[in-house]
């Protein structure tokens, strides 16, 4: 019977976006806009002839669709945003650990999951950004600082509510404990120009236009904005470069639980770890590649070199409620 039911639900479930799924196509659900992963597909079945159907929406609906499918489960793999939801992801207990020597020899082991349930593919930087008319690089030097007086009635922020600053702030909380990094974001928050941004772009936009000074934001933000408007009066800074490095985050994508085409998946990440995907995948969304050995685009590579913070990424989301929580108590909304 559960048998019949399985066979009853894979016929009802090979139509995906109104087209046919073939019995051996591999099913991603990506939270990743469409242009940003087509190219990565694409190139996958030029080389192998395996077809890559992918279906896009937000994070959370795409979790939650595959909880409820369940044992019925049409995706092979999720492919997300921040290290926060891939951890939320596992911690749901809709992904499959499995272990590689290959990812592990591609992706260093902060950028993978202490389970084998999820790896890096990209590599964003949450940086500070600042106005090249009112404010000279020395003048600034950790994230920690944007909280002295200098920065008073100044900076620029993203909401609270996004997982970029939940997982910036959960890895304060690892470096610093809770006490200093409450007064840091208290400090923050009392140095604001004016109300938080929906999103990065807007927060580059308002120190272009001189609203603010400084702010922080995900690189990749920042290399869309300028490739638009190369005149942009905004550059990229890197903080703490004498002690912790700079917050940096990940693309990242687990296998299902109950994966169909579960061996055909894994493959698939393989490929995606290696050098010819991986220059794509980075290459499309001006992101870093995941695999060190791969260098970043030329319009990446011109923002400078840093060294990055060494905290496991997954830290972003084993303190994630901790620093919601934080960031209301200071009224970061």
């Known amino acids: 019977m559960l048998a019949s039911k399985r066979i009853l639900a894979a016929l009802v479930l090979t139509v995906l976006g109104g087209t046919a799924q073939a019995a051996d196509d591999i099913v991603v659900y990506s939270s990743r806009i469409d242009e940003l992963i087509k190219p990565v597909f694409d190139a996958y079945t030029a080389k192998t002839g395996v ?3 992918f279906i896009t929406d937000k994070e959370a609906p795409l979790m939650q669709r595959i909880k409820a499918e369940g044992q019925n489960a049409t995706a092979d793999l999720l492919l997300t945003v921040d290290a926060g939801n891939l951890w939320q992801a596992e911690q749901m207990g809709i992904l499959q650990p499995f272990t590689s020597p290959v990812i592990d020899a591609n992706i260093p082991t902060q950028y993978r999951s202490s389970t084998h349930s999820w790896t890096g593919l990209s590599l964003r930087a949450r940086t500070i950004a600042y106005s090249t008319d009112r404010v000279k690089p020395e003048e600034l030097t950790t994230y920690e600082a944007l909280a002295d007086k200098q920065w008073e009635g100044r900076l620029c922020l993203r909401t609270a509510k996004k997982v970029y600053n939940q997982s910036l702030t959960a890895t304060l ?3 610093h404990g809770a006490e200093a990094s409450e007064k840091i974001l208290k400090g923050w928050v009392n140095n604001l120009s004016t109300d938080v941004f929906s999103d990065d772009i807007a927060v580059l936009e308002a120190i272009n236009a001189g609203q603010c000074d400084v702010g922080i934001v995900n690189t990749y933000y920042y290399g869309r904005l300028h490739k638009q408007n190369p ?4 550059r990229l800074f890197w903080p703490n470069q004498s002690d912790r490095g700079v917050h940096v985050n990940l693309s990242g994508i687990g296998l299902t639980k109950y994966a169909p085409h579960a061996e055909a998946a894994k493959a ?3 490929w995606m770890t290696w050098p010819e995907a ?3 995948f980075a290459g499309t969304n001006q992101e870093f590649p ?3 050995k791969v260098a970043p685009s030329e319009e990446v590579a011109s ?4 060294k990055a913070d060494t905290i496991p990424v997954e830290v972003a989301g084993r303190r994630q409620a901790e ?3 934080m960031m209301d108590r200071v009224g970061w909304n």
């Open 51 to 53: 077809n890559v159907k």
């Open 173 to 175: 909380i690892e470096t």
């Open 231 to 234: 005149d942009l009066a905004v």
């Open 268 to 270: 698939l990440v393989e």
């Open 278 to 280: 991986q220059a794509i």
């Open 290 to 292: 995941a695999n060190p």
């Open 303 to 306: 923002w400078g070199a840093f």
């Open 323 to 325: 620093a919601i929580r």
